[in-house]
């Protein structure tokens, strides 16, 4: 597949130094997060560490409730560490930041505009040249099999279309990092596997650094490069486990024995973290 071509910003700015390369992209240190409330302090996240270089693929994996979503808000700056530090490209994140883009569970799309105009609007609202971005967005949109949906409404699309219009919108911008949360759950299992396929060959092709949330096993196992495993009460990281696959990766590494181990072992470790109680799934299906 051939790489897609810089955003007009990115363009501009040149390439990073080599000590930009090769420092951690995302760099977690010690953060705890309480959140105060009626019913008293919720320790959704007790200690978590995590280092995320350029271009890998991250993902959280744990039971509902293990303080996942609130790592990922934390990252993106759209909420506070109780404790630790949060830092994206050696700088803090303290607030939320144009550099990352944020996908959640609903596609969340401008039901009045167009497709074409949906992916451009995060360039509106940043006040960049529109008309500079719009064959990006072409680019963007041809990528994930959408070049002949430029003038549909949302409510023309499926779910899975819907949701390839919102990778594109938080592609459009060029962010360092892309956040994601649980964004294929809502889809049926097999629209959701050929957007797995359609989401690994996206990052393979802009080399974009991700941090992906999901209850699936299976997802984070055939996506990422590293599963980082939450849980216990209160909640951490239990496991930081690469994933042993080559790349490209193809649905048909499913089927193999390496890829049934692997699953196996972030099973058990999950329900390990979860005290053993768990009869099996962890919601969201393997
Ligand atoms: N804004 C908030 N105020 C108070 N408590 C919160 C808030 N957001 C989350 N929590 C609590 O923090 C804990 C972790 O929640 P979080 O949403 O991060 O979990 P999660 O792993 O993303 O779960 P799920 O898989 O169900 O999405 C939960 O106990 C939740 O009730
Ligand atoms: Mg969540």
Redesign the pocket.
Known sequence: MAALAPSPAAAAAGTKSAASAAMPLVRIADVEKV?G?RQGP?R?VASASLDVARGEFVSLL?P???????LLMMIAGLERPTRGAISLDGSPVVTPRRDIGIIFQDATLLPWKTVEENVLFPVRILKLPVERYRERARELLAMVGLDGFLRHKPAQLSGGMRQRVAICRALIHDPAILLMDEPFSALDAITRDQMNVTLSEIMERTGKTVIF?T?SIREAAFLSDRVVVMGGRPSRIILDEPMPFGRPRRLDIEETPAFGQMVRRLRLTIEEGHGGAMSGRTGGGE
Do not use: E, L
Not at 64 to 70: A, H, L, R, V, Y
């Open positions: 959140y409330g919720v959704a744990g509902s409730g293990c303080g996942k979503s609130t949330v209850h």
